[in-house]
Structure formats: C-alpha cells, structure tokens
C-alpha cells in the first residue's frame, strides 16, 4: 500500500511532504514523492531544469526517509499536474493523495486552480493540508485525533464515514458527527409542525434528527473512537456553515463525501468549498474512492416499519417484518385511518392493531411500537412516519393489481417507494 505527496518543492509543500512521511509511518505504508514539471517548462529549458528539478526531488526524499524512517520513492513527470497526477494513482494503485493547501494570498482562494483542478480529476481521497501539526502528533501517538464528518443522507457521505472507520485502524479518534439543515425541509419530510423561521427548531425535530444522525453514525462506535453529534439549521450553501461549525469545535481534519460535481454544480458541492474555505487540513473523499482496504460497511437491520390496512396483504406484511427484524429489533406497527375519523374509530383501530401482533412476541424478542395515525394522503404519513422513526426498512403489503385496476385505484405501496429513499419489501399475496 503507498500514499502520495505532491510537492511543488516550495516551503508549503515540504511542510505537507513531512506530515505525509508521518501518517505514511503510522499507517505502516510507503511514500511516494510526487513533482510535475509543466510541459512548457521542459521544452523552454530543456534538460538543465529536468536535471535541477531531479536532484531538487532526490534530495527531498532523502531527508523525508531520514524523517519518516520510510521508503520514499521520487517520481518526476511532466505535462498537466492533475492529469499526470490521476494517470499514475490509477496506473500505480495509489490509496490517497496528500498535497499543500494555497497560500492565503491565492487570488480566489485558489478557485479553478492546480489543487481544485487535482481534486476534480482524482478518484482517492485528496488529503488537503494546513497546518499539519495536529495529524503529525496524532501520527506520533502522542493524542487522538479530533476529526469533523459532515453528515447528510447520500452515497458520499457513507464512503467518507467508511474512509473515517478505516483511518481508526491506526489511531484514537474524536469524531464529531456534523450535520447543517433547512428546518423547513427537515419538518416537511419528518411529518412535523412547520417552523416560523429558518432557526425556529422544535424539540421534537431535534430529537429526531439527533436520533437519524447517532443512527448513521453507529458503525464508527469502536474501541479507540469517541462519537459526539451536533446539529446546525442553515441558510444558503452548507460548506459555510459546515466550516464554521469545525472552526468553532477546533477540530483537526474536516472529513467530506464528494460526487465529483461539474461546471455550475460545483456552487453548491461542500467538499470543493470546503476545501477553499476552511482553516484545518480537509480530505475529500470521493465515491469511487477504495475504503483503504476494507470492505464496505454491511447494512444492519434494526428496526423495520410494517402498515397494515387490515386487509389480508397488510397483515401478512406485519408477519414478514417480524421475520425480517432480528430479536432485540423494534417492530413499527402503523395503520393510517382517514382524516375525519372519530375517537372511537381510531381506538377500534389501535385495538385490532394490538390483535395482529403475533403471540410468539408475547415473550417480549421484539420491542414493538403500535401507531396509529390519520390523513388522505396515506402514502405521504407511511413516509414520514418511516423518516421521523428512522427505520431501517419498510415492509408493505400490496394487493398486486395491475393495469387499469391500478391506474384508476393508485398502489400506496408504489407511491410510498417513489418518495422514499428507504429500502423497501413489499409483499404479495399468493395466487389464488
């Protein structure tokens, strides 16, 4: 396994070369010191600036091997530096890229420039370095290392969760779980009260978004590795207020997913504003990048949401979830009643919700969970009601109509999985 360092051979970079030597040293790899040569460069001058640059290299390896106590390989190619750069990772199965963060006087904060370029073209996770203090002491052993994740629900943010279970391997960790939301969003999709403001968060949100998060973050609750979470309503782009949130906790690395975005995509990416934006060392990680060299992170099922309508399909639906839950799990029992429905019909509802549990739970293998909620649009409560308990899988049961019959009359079970991104079964109904 190899990391690589590109160098400029300038201050900044041998300053991000040592903190490369260190975590190389730690994680038991070698290095791979990495200069481009622009191509103009080389047809202008000619062979002096190959050979100056060449020695220039060899001489930077040296004292990185006396540093380090690492093999460092030098490596001098020409041509585009992000292109030069992506082709050997690729050719040479390199794990991850480590460079030096712009210098503060950068115009636009190095927009569009050689590192926002390499970032782009890269598909490992990019290490942006400033201030490697904080990584070469975490390196050394001599403190965990306080790392910020930014949170959301997408691919990208679990293949940086997996890059951060996979950096525990080698080290103690503090790991803060961030997540910025619109609160008007988050409570449309929970099924909550509407906010006055941008900034008016209910308990009840909070809780559950707080629950969603520690959810998603349980794989990274390990020997050596602490887990904390925080939350932060936002307004406009999320990698400003993701970067003051890691500011203000004064965290050593900010850790973010990223899908590679293009042209005017890039205004809303996190990772690429992030990696302008803040102060601490900042990697990348892309969703084509290995997890240094562990499997991805299985699916568990811990609690599983099973609707019924009472009708023979729904209840065999209640059937599957308990199979499918393993014991310890919480089983939601849900049954949406119409939107006028009286006191009484609701009590009715719960009680032959109370019937369908199956007696085996009598011995208490499953928690279970009976709810009973009202509203028209039955799909549209079946998916909130999935978000604000965080379920890790719907079971649904469905009456398996086709053509005309399910045009006119509408499946809850399709609609529910067109606007769900929750795995979902659905259960049919043997054939008569």
């Not at 590679?260 to 934006?277: M, P």
């Not at 290995?290 to 568990?300: A, F, H, I, S, V």
């Not at 939107?339 to 009484?344: K, M």
Request: net charge neutral; proline share 5%.
């Amino acid at each position: 396994m190899t990391i690589a360092c590109a160098t400029l051979l300038s201050d900044a970079s041998r300053r991000a070369s040592e903190t490369a030597v260190l975590l190389a040293r730690r994680m038991g790899v070698s290095l791979c010191l990495v200069h481009v040569l622009p191509g103009n460069a080389v047809r202008t001058l000619g062979q002096p600036i190959w050979e100056a640059t060449q020695a220039a290299l060899l001489e930077e390896g040296r004292r990185l091997e006396e540093l380090g106590g690492v093999t460092v390989e030098r490596v001098l190619l020409t041509g585009e530096p992000e292109r030069a750069l992506a082709e050997l990772v690729e050719k040479r199965g390199l794990q991850a890229v480590v460079a030096a963060a712009p210098r503060k006087d950068t115009p636009f904060m190095g927009l569009g420039g050689t590192l926002d370029r390499m970032a782009q073209a890269l598909e490992v996770p990019f290490l942006v370095v400033r201030d490697g203090t904080a990584l070469e002491a975490w390196a050394r052993g001599e403190r965990p290392l306080r790392v910020m994740l930014g949170v959301d629900r997408s691919r990208p943010f679990e293949v940086a969760r997996d890059w951060v279970k996979g950096l525990a391997r080698f080290g103690p960790l503090d790991v803060l779980g961030g997540r910025v939301f619109w609160v008007s969003e988050e409570a449309e999709r929970l099924g909550l009260v509407h906010p006055h403001s941008y900034k008016d968060v209910s308990d009840e949100l909070r809780e559950a978004l707080v629950r969603e998060v520690s959810m998603q973050l349980e794989p990274l609750r390990m020997e050596g590795v602490t887990v904390r979470v925080r939350l932060e309503p936002g307004l406009g782009r999320i990698a400003d207020h993701l970067v003051a949130m890691a500011s203000d906790e004064q965290v050593d690395l900010l850790v973010v997913g990223t899908h590679h975005r293009k042209a005017l995509a890039r205004l809303w990416s996190v990772s690429h504003h992030a990696r302008r934006l803040a102060t601490m060392s900042v990697v990348s990680v892309p969703v084509a990048a290995p997890e240094l060299g562990q499997e991805e992170e299985l699916p568990r099922v811990r609690s599983v949401l099973a609707t019924t309508d009472f009708l023979a399909a729904g209840d065999r639906a209640i059937a599957y979830a308990f199979a499918l839950t393993p014991p310890g799990g919480t089983v939601h029992l849900l049954h949406v009643a119409p939107a006028r429905a009286t006191p009484e019909q609701l009590q009715e509802a719960r009680r032959q919700l109370e019937l369908r549990v199956p007696r085996a739970e009598k011995a208490g293998t499953h928690r279970v969970e009976l709810s009973v909620l009202t509203g028209d649009d039955v799909a549209g409560v079946i998916t909130q009601a999935a978000e604000r308990h965080c379920v890790d899988l719907l079971c649904l049961g469905t009456h398996g109509r086709g053509g005309v019959s399910r045009v006119v009359l509408g499946s809850v079970a399709q609609q529910v999985m067109a606007r769900s991104d929750r795995p979902t079964v659905t259960v049919r109904m043997p054939r008569a």
